[in-house]
């Protein structure tokens, strides 16, 4: 249908004839919508009417039908000029039921509204995804959303959260992720003024439908209960990319710390949950790792001390479900061989601060990943073991991916160099103890337990053999010189003295020491001992 044939009539249609004319125009363009530039203004005039008639008292099939619209033009960012106002967001955070702009009373009334017919319920689901649309695509909507106090209006309407329908709810948390998001000014506010972060932790608690057995301890899931449901997944995930973004900059405080560990039970007891699908499941995962990775380190010991449902003797009594299933994940990950950055390298940094930080995580992780080795004729990164694959990966093209693997292996060493060349070689290793400043051996700052894992017998036999560099034992190799002439070995010899006199002449290349704090400089500087003493000189 022709834009401006619409335009014409709605500014004299009746409710009835607006509402069968914008029908007419959503079945056309729901799917195959245009972003014709030279229709722009058009559609502009078309957000303008549509508004003026939500501003009316016009009845919710009505409101719906013009919210259908307003949502599919709202695809554009060029057109939103007329929505992207103080007035046009008022009437979408009105008929989305979040009174914004309100005073707090007038909040507080909006979560006791009168049940809603299924009809007024789609008109607030309508609103919503209008608002999402908008605040998404448009800078100057954001800016309006933060003007009238949008996201006060959806702090009230997650303290209704128990009475929500799943579209409502879904749209409301994915609103506040958006405008988190997209205003970081915001965050502030909604942590300290309207207590966000405690809100959506309760949100998220009733979703996943947590009972406590005690204090930050979630009773362990039934393992004959059905998955979680689709829906309750889809809203649990928009709250945990909403805190994220929450915990994005941490908080001080007791009350502050008590949250956090309250969130960190939570989410134990998420990755302990399975969804309908895999790949949901996968997905669920995810999102506990990376609000994990900005928790306090302090408060990871929640993921292992949870005394009811006991835990290993070996490993202090801690429970390591939670720990397998990251390890589970991360080894997923792996083996997906792509997107590493934003994929593995969260679970990667979660698993080395736990390790770093609680004994207990890094003596279960070295056990799984690193065991004791016995085999040790093969290189380190051949193979298909979780060792095997995190060295290959210290080699990585991707600079943060390499430094992230090294890192979680140099922890699991206790941040000793000794260790991590037994496991991976130095040839593996070289990158991180350049970074480092550990090329001359020793161990990291921060400090470990004395407790050591034994070498097996059949690597100490094994141990005189193995080649350094790549961490294996290699086959002799036949000497190419043995049956050389005398005159030949001098020949061969006097070329790679010229060879390398050439390349150093054109500055090609420059010898290289190691200092004794295990940096790299010049030759020339590391032959000169700055503690040599030269007072014991002939001179009297």
Request: aromatic share 4%.
């Amino acid at each position: 249908m022709d834009l401006n044939t619409i335009l014409s009539q709605l500014e004299t249609a009746n409710e009835e004839d607006i509402e069968k004319l914008l029908q007419q125009y959503n079945r056309e363009n729901i799917h195959t919508f245009s972003f014709d530039q030279k229709e722009e203004t058009l559609r502009s005039k078309l957000c303008q009417s549509v508004l003026t008639v939500l501003g009316r008292q016009v009845q919710p099939s009505c409101q719906k039908t013009c919210l259908e619209t307003l949502r599919i033009l709202s695809r554009d960012k060029r057109v939103l000029a007329p929505v992207a106002t103080r007035e046009g967001m008022l009437i979408l955070g009105g008929m989305a039921r979040l009174r914004a702009g309100q005073e707090e009373g007038d909040n507080q009334n909006s979560s006791q509204d009168c049940t809603q017919s299924e009809e007024e319920e789609r008109v607030v689901v309508e609103a919503l995804k209008c608002l999402c649309n908008v605040v998404y695509n448009s800078p100057a909507a954001q800016q309006v959303s933060v003007d009238v106090q949008l996201a006060h209006g959806l702090c009230a309407s997650l303290r209704t959260a128990r009475s929500w329908h799943h579209e409502v709810g879904l749209f409301t948390l994915r609103l506040l992720f958006l405008l988190s998001a997209l205003q970081p000014d915001v965050r502030g506010v909604l942590r300290r003024q309207w207590h966000a972060v405690r809100l959506l932790t309760e949100v998220l608690e009733l979703t996943l439908d947590v009972r406590w057995v005690g204090p930050y301890e979630a009773a362990r899931p039934d393992p004959q209960a059905l998955p979680m449901p689709a829906e309750d997944n889809e809203r649990a995930m928009e709250a945990l990319k909403a805190l994220f973004n929450l915990t994005l900059s941490e908080a001080g405080g007791e009350e502050d710390n008590h949250q956090f560990r309250l969130i960190a039970a939570i989410l134990r007891h998420l990755l302990m949950l399975k969804t309908e699908t895999e790949e949901k499941t996968e997905e669920a995962h995810s999102h506990a790792v990376n609000l994990l990775n900005n928790l306090p380190v302090s408060c990871l010991d929640v993921l292992i001390d949870v005394p009811v449902q006991g835990g290993q003797e070996k490993y202090g009594r801690k429970n390591m479900d939670a720990v397998q299933v990251l390890l589970d994940f991360m080894e997923k990950r792996i083996d997906k061989g792509s997107n590493f950055k934003e994929g593995l390298t969260p679970v990667l940094s979660l698993l080395t601060e736990g390790s770093r930080h609680h004994r207990e995580i890094r003596r279960y992780i070295k056990a799984q990943v690193l065991p004791p080795l016995k085999d040790v004729k093969i290189r380190p990164e051949i193979g298909t073991t979780i060792r095997n694959k995190l060295v290959r990966l210290m080699t990585h093209v991707d600079m943060g991916v390499k430094q992230t693997a090294a890192e979680f292996l140099f922890v699991l060493c206790k941040e000793s160099v000794d260790n991590l060349l037994k496991y991976t070689g130095y040839g593996n290793a070289a990158g991180l103890l350049v970074a480092r400043g550990l090329l001359a051996g020793g161990r990291g700052e921060t400090q470990y337990s004395e407790d050591e894992d034994s070498d097996t017998e059949e690597y100490k036999s094994a141990k005189p053999f193995i080649n350094p560099i790549t961490g294996h034992v290699e086959e002799p190799m036949p000497n190419p010189i043995e049956e050389m002439t005398e005159e030949q070995k001098e020949y061969e010899a006097q070329k790679l003295v010229n060879m390398f006199d050439k390349l150093s002449r054109q500055n090609v290349i420059r010898p290289m020491g190691v200092r004794p704090d295990g940096t790299l400089a010049p030759l020339e500087e590391t032959l000169c001992d700055p503690h040599e003493d030269n007072s014991g000189s002939d001179s009297d």
